[in-house]
Structures are given as C-alpha cells and as structure tokens.
C-alpha cells in the first residue's frame, strides 16, 4: 500500500529540551594559571585564548590597551611584524587580538601538527614584545586615520554621544578616544600597561577543539614554568563614579548630513537582578531579532530604515538598553515618534501568545547554536568568566526564557521602559531635525 508524502502541510515544530552547558575540564599551570578546556571535535585544529584583566577600563591614557595589544604583532623577541605574519600564515594559523571594557583577549587558531611552533611565536608576542618605534608610528597614525573617518559618520557619532549621556564624558565606558588621546601615547606608555597587564597573575587561558596532551605541555612550557610572576605589585582597579548626563535629548551637528544616527536608551537593572532574564526577553521581542516590533513596523511597514535594533548591554559597574538605527534625515522625529508608539504597546497590551512563542524559540534557538562547537562554547566560557557567572547560568537562563509569562513581561515593561527616562541621541543635520521631545 503506498503512502501519499504530505507536501503541503508543514510539520509541527517540536518543543526543545531543555539546554544546559557542558562542564569544562580544569587544568593548573605551574605558576598557577588556570586552563579551561573544551576537548571537542575530530578535526585537529584547536584555539587558544588568553584572556587579561584590565581593558579600556584600566587606561591611564585613553588608547593605551588596545594600542598595546595590538603592538603585540608588531614585533617581539627580536621578530620582525613581516616574520610574524609569514611564520603564522606558512603555518595555517591565524591570530587576533580584542581589548573590551575590562578584558583583552589574545586568540590564535592552529593546526595541532603545528602546535610547537605557534605557540611559541605566541608566547613570544605576549611575554616579549618588542614594541619597536617604527612599527609604533606608523600604527598610531593610523588608528589616527581610522578615528577621523568614524568620527565622519553620524551612526559613530550617535553612539559616542549616547554612551557619554548615560555614563559621563569622563567615565570609561563614556569616554570618546580622539586623534589628541593618541598623540600623546608613547612607546613607554604601552610598556608599562604590559607590565601591569600582560602577566601571569592577570592571565586566564581557555582552549578548545581537540585537546591533546601536546598542548597541554606546550602551554606548561611556554606559559608555566617560564613564565614568572614579576616583580611589580598589581594596582587595584580604580573605580569612576558614573555621571549620567542631565540632558535627555542631545544633536550632535553633522553639516550637510543625509542620514540621521539614532540611539535611544536608558540606565537598567544588572545581571545578578532577578528580572534581568525578562527585560532580555521584553529587549528581544521590541527589537530583538529580524521579526521583531520595531523591525515590523518600522522597517517593513514604515520603510523608515534598513535595520533597527535593541539589545541590553550588562557592564560590570552598570548596564543599559539602547535601540540603534539609522535613517533618513526628514524621517528622524517620526522613526522616534513609532519606536515610543513600540514601547507604549508592550507597557500596556501583553504580549500574544504566538508572538511569545516565536520569541521563545528565537532565544532558546540561539542558545541551542551556543553547542554547535567546541569554539562558541568556549565562547561561552569566556563570557561565563567575563561577567563573574557560574556554569550553571547557561540552564538558569534556559528556565527562566521556558518559565516566563506574558503578564511577567507586561510588569518587567511597565517597571523598566519608562519613556520619560530614556536619553535620546541624533547625530545628524541639526538644521533639518524638527524639535525632540520624550513623551508625557
């Protein structure tokens, strides 16, 4: 008897189970560093992070952690930046560097054939670098270049100015860098950062793909038993008092520009606050993913924008919401106008049950591509240690997305989007923005 296959009908979408986050294994280097280990995959390539203490954050001269870690590349134990850059690439290996409000990262991807090789060339560029003053030159001038030309767009503009609006000007997480911070960077500047920074007792490394007992000992070799603690005492972290601006609605003047960049936000609850995993969720729904409110109606039916966006960005000392757009210059006060119209509906109307569902999957979806591999858990990992989390967050966040209500989310909108406390940020043609006002 033959079957007639359902072409027309789709299949019902089953439920997911719930999603917890392996366990790492722990190693200890002999001058005490800890490894975290995500011994994944049967390729052999693995990916090696070190991660310091310090960031944007610990900057005496604002510049300094990013200048120095990418310094890093450019010359060490005697190497030229060409010799660096040839001997990874001859070796199929790629490496990177970030610097974050409080971490810098250096990331090496390798083939584990390899390993002997890389990651002493690692080592050589976190444990001795040379920072030699020609390479220094010609990279400052041109972050120099780079900043000159961000600073000519209004989306950069906007940004700066918003964060500087919730923070204070002279925060960290506020401060604007510019062409006259990085003049006055030198070489010696970026020494001493290493010295404070880059070091054994501000180090944490995490690995990932396919663990092998090679790198285990490669690690030990060239981040263990030579790698002394120096002599130098650790500074404590200052701490900055944040001075959130007394003006909500702040234009930065672009002359002659076509588009207006938008930000708007306000000051919100931390991680450790029990309704965080709702503010997300309500973050998510507002604008979120591709379908979200503001992507609806803003973009899809308005045609206001290409794309709009809002996301809760959780600082150690202070976190916040900001809605991100660009957008026609004659089109920045009704954008504004609809995305409080956005905010309005979600304070006074629950969200619908589908709608709560598809938003649900969109979370859990994305935590589900969290285990896709051994190098976006260790991701996690790193964010895990990056925000002082336990293992356990990722299932806690897991329930609290599968738990939530509709009325949950109604009170968490009604409790934490208050349009008369959000900070407005247009970076635009001021001559051709009608007057701003935050509704009543």
Request: a negative charge; aromatic letters at 10%.
């Amino acid at each position: 008897m033959n079957t007639i296959l359902d072409r027309i009908t789709p299949p019902a979408v089953g439920a997911f189970p719930p999603l917890s986050l392996p366990e790492p294994d722990r190693y200890r280097l002999s001058n005490g560093i800890e490894v975290v280990a995500c011994n994944q995959g049967d390729e052999e390539v693995c990916r090696i992070d070190l991660m310091f203490d310090g960031g944007y954050y610990a900057d005496t001269l604002p510049g300094t952690a990013s200048l120095t870690l990418l310094m890093l590349k450019e010359g060490a134990a005697g190497k030229s930046s060409e010799t660096i850059a040839e001997a990874f690439d001859y070796h199929g290996a790629w490496l990177q560097t970030t610097t974050s409000s409080h971490y810098q990262y250096v990331t090496l991807y390798t083939l584990n054939r390899h390993l002997d090789t890389c990651i002493g060339l690692l080592a050589d560029l976190v444990v001795r670098p040379d920072f030699p003053q020609a390479e220094f030159d010609r990279l400052r001038e041109r972050r120099i270049q780079q900043l000159l030309v961000q600073n000519e767009k209004v989306d950069s503009l906007a940004s700066d100015t918003f964060l500087a609006q919730i923070f204070g000007s002279e925060h960290p997480y506020g401060r604007t860098v510019t062409p006259a911070h990085l003049e006055r960077i030198t070489t010696a500047d970026l020494k001493a950062y290493h010295r404070q920074h880059i070091r054994p007792d501000r180090c944490h490394i995490f690995i990932a793909g396919k663990v092998t007992d090679r790198l285990l000992d490669n690690l030990e070799q060239h981040f263990g038993q030579s790698w002394p603690y120096p002599v130098e005492a650790l500074q404590p972290e200052a701490r900055y008092p944040i001075c959130p601006s007394g003006q909500h609605i702040v234009i930065t003047h672009k002359e002659h520009a076509l588009q207006s960049g938008i930000r708007m936000g306000l000051p919100v609850i931390n991680r450790d606050h029990p309704d965080f995993f709702a503010l997300k969720m309500l973050c998510t729904a507002l604008g979120g993913y591709f379908g979200s409110r503001l992507m609806s109606n803003i973009r899809e039916e308005k045609g206001y924008t290409y794309g709009i966006a809002s996301s809760v960005a959780a600082m150690r000392y202070g976190s916040y919401l900001v809605i991100s757009t660009q957008t026609g210059t004659e089109f920045t006060r009704p954008l504004i106008d609809e995305t409080f119209a956005e905010i309005e509906r979600l304070r006074n109307e629950a969200i619908p049950a589908d709608e709560l569902t598809v938003v649900k999957n969109y979370l859990r979806g994305e935590m589900a591509r969290t285990l896709d591999s051994p190098f976006s858990i260790a991701d996690y990992y790193l964010s895990l240690k990056a925000n002082a989390l336990t293992i356990d967050y990722f299932a806690r966040q897991d329930e609290a997305i599968r738990r939530l209500t509709a009325h949950d989310l109604l009170e968490a909108a009604r409790r934490y989007l208050c349009p008369q406390q959000f900070y407005i940020t247009v970076a635009g043609d001021r001559n051709h923005i009608p007057p701003l006002a935050l509704p009543r």
